[in-house]
């Protein structure tokens, strides 16, 4: 159907229904920005910057931007986009329209030829688009009516006729005179819902999770460096890489995964569920919710743009009847280890239209679902496989025959969960000390010695008949020293 039948109404189902969460702008101007640079052949000086200042937020980057004779028929149609889904992040043409609901003016520069200042202007005015809708003048305009009535482009622009895009430029004048070539979009006075998201204490962190950056350099120091190094260098004889990222900063820091060597569990392990790779990490004793932990739940990535967190994969799957527990009992267990998936097939697995989770339409995206819900129910007979071999060796209460089968069951849990063969142990009393890793070892340390030391402190409360507060560790000390 041509665009010049759509009917304005549609600016509104977009921006009401796709984009009511303020911090999709950010998401789908870094899209078209990795776009632009993805279809470079060298992207290693590419880069993305993002800043706000003066109420007013830029997304800039020095990819190729958009063809002049294309720029104008582009920025005003929607659903007419060139990009291709196994090629491009955002495919449908309409991210550019999600900060129209968050600022009074859009102001999107096509930088053909920086050197020579050939620059091109396209402005969308949200302060009027409210006008109109709200005075209902949009029931009976095409799409096209309306992008005339609130946009306006400029062929050839002077930089000089507008101080705000001429000192957005001149700030980056260095890494636009190396590509040449560039795309600048601003969101002039951003509404006072956008700016509570800027200002909110975790926005720099929801950004590290959002954005496709790469994970900070100490992991690829760290034990498990060939994981992530397998995952974000290229593999194939088609120099596909499983993960994809840029050089993005915000108010000129740079955005990393917000993971540490510190936040890894006992095991790190690699997945593979077909249409997606990814790793997960997971404690071999007890699968629990540490608080002290942000890496904690399940993140599924498209581009490695976060596509959704484990609320709405297991809602997801809780609505298909995936889910062999209730729904609150599974995100307890998710959220005790930590793993991150990245769909790589995105010919057969693709992102919904608000792109919090896949399109549900065929038997692939169905298969992509049951081998999602097995993984998920996996972690949960392991937490509680582990919790009740635990449980029951502490009350010593059951025969030996008894708990070893719990312990094997556990181990077997533990194994499944890892999706490979490694050492995995849930007791020492069983596992040659040798052939333990140094956490297990050290494990086995601690609890040797904590209950030496508490046996001690019961025989120690026994004897004692004066009470010094101020003195107890040390004369405590003094008698262990001579009763050894």
């Not at 969308?124 to 009516?145: T, V």
Request: charged content about 30%; aromatic content about 12%; glycine content about 4%.
């Amino acid at each position: 159907m041509s665009n010049s039948y759509v009917g304005a109404g549609i600016l509104n189902v977009i921006t009401e229904s796709l984009y009511d969460n303020p911090i999709v702008v950010f998401r789908e101007y870094v899209q078209n920005s990795m776009d632009s640079i993805l279809r470079e052949y060298d992207t290693g000086n590419r880069e993305i910057k993002i800043w706000f200042c003066e109420n007013n937020l830029y997304f800039l980057d020095n990819g190729s931007g958009i063809a002049t004779e294309n720029f104008f028929d582009e920025m005003r149609t929607i659903g007419g986009s060139g990009k291709k889904r196994q090629k491009d992040i955002g495919y449908k043409g309409i991210g550019r329209l999600s900060g129209v609901p968050y600022c009074r003016k859009l102001y999107f520069l096509n930088i053909g030829d920086y050197s020579n200042k050939e620059i091109q202007l396209y402005t969308i005015s949200g302060e009027l688009y409210e006008k109109i809708k709200n005075n209902q003048l949009d029931s009976e305009m095409s799409f096209h009516k309306l992008m005339d009535e609130i946009g306006e482009c400029i062929p050839s622009f002077d930089l000089e006729k507008n101080e705000m895009i001429s000192n957005a430029i001149d700030k980056y004048e260095k890494m636009l005179t190396e590509s040449n070539s560039g795309f600048l979009v601003i969101l002039n006075d951003i509404s006072s819902v956008l700016e509570n998201t800027i200002n909110d204490n975790d926005f720099f962190t929801n950004l590290q999770w959002l954005l496709p950056v790469d994970f900070d350099k100490d992991l690829y120091c760290s034990e498990e460096k060939e994981l992530f190094e397998e995952l974000t260098t290229k593999n194939d004889e088609n120099g596909n890489t499983p993960i994809k990222f840029c050089k993005i900063s915000y108010n000129d820091k740079n955005i990393y995964r917000p993971i540490k060597k510190s936040f890894f569990r006992d095991y790190v392990c690699k997945n593979n569920f077909k249409y997606a790779v990814g790793f997960h990490s997971f404690n071999g004793n007890k699968i629990y919710i540490d608080k002290n932990n942000d890496f904690t739940g399940i993140r599924i990535y498209i581009d490695n743009m976060l596509l959704c967190d484990e609320n709405e994969l297991l809602q997801n799957l809780d609505n298909y009847g995936l889910l062999s527990h209730t729904l609150n009992g599974q995100l307890q267990s998710v959220r005790g280890i930590g793993a991150m998936i990245y769909i790589n097939d995105k010919v057969n697995i693709s992102a919904n239209a608000r792109r919090t989770f896949i399109e549900v339409t065929d038997d692939d995206s169905l298969e992509f679902l049951n081998l999602l819900a097995e993984f998920v129910n996996t972690i949960y007979d392991t937490r509680y496989a582990l919790s009740n071999y635990a449980s029951a060796k502490d009350k010593q209460d059951q025969s030996i025959e008894k708990l070893q089968k719990l312990r094997i069951y556990a181990l077997n849990c533990l194994r499944k969960l890892a999706k490979e063969e490694i050492k995995l142990t849930v007791d020492d009393e069983y596992s040659k000390f040798d052939d333990l890793s140094v956490i297990d070892k050290k494990k086995v340390f601690k609890k040797k010695i904590s209950k030496k030391i508490n046996d001690k402190i019961k025989e120690y409360l026994k004897t004692i008949t004066t009470f010094n507060a101020e003195s107890v560790y040390k004369d405590f000390i003094e008698w262990l020293s001579k009763n050894q």
